[in-house]
């Protein structure tokens, strides 16, 4: 799909609140402890387990409801039991079908082709450096970062679309651009950004691991010097344009099969093994998250900068409980990059 029509297409869910793409959190448990993870507990509650038939159930009413993408997640979605089963029906439903995985169950070139023959279109694994030591200590996984490497390679050689997931903290970014340049090399799409959350019920202990305000002005700098269109740039939007994508172009569901607004936003609209999508979709619930706008802000002093946000009403909801105000964090990483940016257009104006 070319740039211009993908475009139409998302502007179109949008305003029509269509969900193109829903992540499926297929359990919490997790063969890893990465020390940033917003997950507080890595089990899920027996009584609540969902049957395969429930799974279809889900699938079939998303394929309904105008779904195209699926990311299944987790935790990691690896473990769950019904794993294979759900990409398989994913595929044959039509579903695009992506996974977020760390790729600790994928060690044999036979696993990475079941994912292949499943329907798998792409893996989006996380990678935290290229230094086994500083990957292991944020998995909290001693080897983790072998068996990472290991399937990514295993992966691409079965012919799936490999992407990388980074994240700038302060104990990986010193070599946070050797593995921009190591993935560049590989031809595999790197995201890396500071976005470090508390935790579902609020805990903020991962949010110690954020980059600091001298950190993220250095980044910044650097991929601006090393990349012209890197620079940060402001997004300016009218002021009754939606905050967010949360309930129109995206939702999510739980491992209970609860759905939500989105994978940040917890505030579930009721279960899609007991209702249907369209009932839940149009509930009260949805709206609420659904219709929040720029407008609604709680901006303040900091309207000037707005347009270098990444505002996240749900990442805001569970640091302080209020989804309309940024939180700190939000602001700080708003000021280093309008100053960033201030700072390469002056230089250019010389």
Request: with cysteine; aromatic share 10%.
């Amino acid at each position: 799909m070319n740039k211009d029509l993908f475009e139409k297409v998302r502007k179109k869910s949008v305003e029509q609140a269509i969900p193109l793409q829903a992540s499926l959190e297929l359990t919490y448990r997790c063969n890893e402890r990465c020390t940033h993870c917003y997950i507080e507990k890595f089990q899920d509650d027996p009584a609540r387990i969902l049957e395969l038939d429930d799974w279809k159930k889900i699938l079939k009413e998303l394929r309904s409801a105008g779904t195209l993408y699926l990311v299944l997640m987790g935790g990691e979605p690896t473990l769950s039991s019904h794993f294979f089963s759900i990409l398989n029906y994913g595929s044959d439903l039509g579903f695009y079908m992506s996974i977020i995985s760390n790729g600790l169950k994928i060690q044999d070139i036979e696993y990475a082709r079941k994912l292949k023959e499943g329907g798998l279109r792409l893996a989006t694994f996380s990678l935290y450096s290229l230094d086994p030591l500083i990957h292991d200590k944020m998995t909290s996984v001693k080897g983790s970062h072998a068996k990472l490497m290991k399937a990514i390679f295993l992966c691409r050689d079965a012919g799936i679309k490999v992407s990388l997931n980074g994240l700038l903290t302060e104990a990986n970014a010193k070599g946070i651009f050797d593995l921009y340049e190591w993935a560049d090399t590989e031809g595999l799409e790197l995201k890396v950004d500071p976005n470090v959350t508390a935790k579902l019920n609020g805990d903020m202990q991962p949010t110690l691991y954020r980059a600091s305000r001298e950190t993220l002005t250095w980044f910044y700098r650097e991929r601006a010097k090393r990349w012209e269109n890197a620079l940060p740039t402001p997004v300016v939007e009218p002021s009754n344009a939606y905050v967010c994508n949360a309930a129109k172009g995206k939702c999510a569901v739980n491992p209970y099969g609860e759905l939500l607004p989105c994978i940040e936003i917890r505030e579930a609209f009721g279960s899609l093994v007991e209702k249907s999508f369209a009932e839940l979709w149009a509930s009260d619930k949805a709206i609420k998250w659904r219709e929040p706008k720029i407008k609604d802000l709680s901006l303040g002093e900091h309207q000037a900068i707005y347009g270098f946000c990444d505002h996240c009403p749900g990442m805001a909801k569970n640091e302080h409980g209020k989804p309309m105000q940024l939180t700190d964090y939000t602001k700080v990483v708003a000021e280093v990059k309008s100053q960033v940016f201030r700072e390469f257009q002056r230089e250019s104006d010389l």
